[in-house]
Structures are given as C-alpha cells and as structure tokens.
C-alpha cells in the first residue's frame, strides 16, 4: 500500500514527494488548479500549508491528492 512519508511546496505548484518505499520526485499541481475544486492552491500562501493527509497529501480546505494519483504521475529523482 502507497504512503507517503514526506512532502514539500516548491515554486510553480510543485510538491516535492517521498513515499515511504524510497521513491521520491516532483508532482505537478498546475493540471489541477483550473477546477473550481482546486483554485484555491494557486494561492502561495495558501499552497504552502500542503501536509500529508492520511496516505496522501492535503489542505486545510480540504483538498488532497492520493498517493496513488501522485505516483502515476510523479516526476522521479534519484
């Protein structure tokens, strides 16, 4: 089962990922932020309060992304 085990903002709505199995890399926010759903995180401030979220990652308002979404898309780095 995915988890997540570290998450950090970068610029441009990127998070910065680690699962728990050693995997690590950037997902990309930017897809998402045209839904009404997820504006909200095109704010800095306010993407900057990303946390993880059971096994995934998320948002004081509520919006998360799971760690299975993160990882088919995940940009990995070594």
Request: aromatic share 16%.
């Amino acid at each position: 089962m995915l988890r997540i085990s570290r998450v950090e903002p970068r610029g441009e709505l990127q998070l910065f990922v680690e699962f728990e199995d050693g995997r690590r890399g950037t997902f990309d926010v930017r897809p998402y932020v045209g839904s009404a759903f997820f504006a909200q995180l095109a704010r800095p401030d306010y993407f900057a309060q990303v946390r993880l979220f059971f096994r995934g990652v998320g948002w004081p308002d509520g919006q998360d992304f799971g760690p299975d979404t993160i990882a088919a898309e995940l940009s990995q780095v070594s």
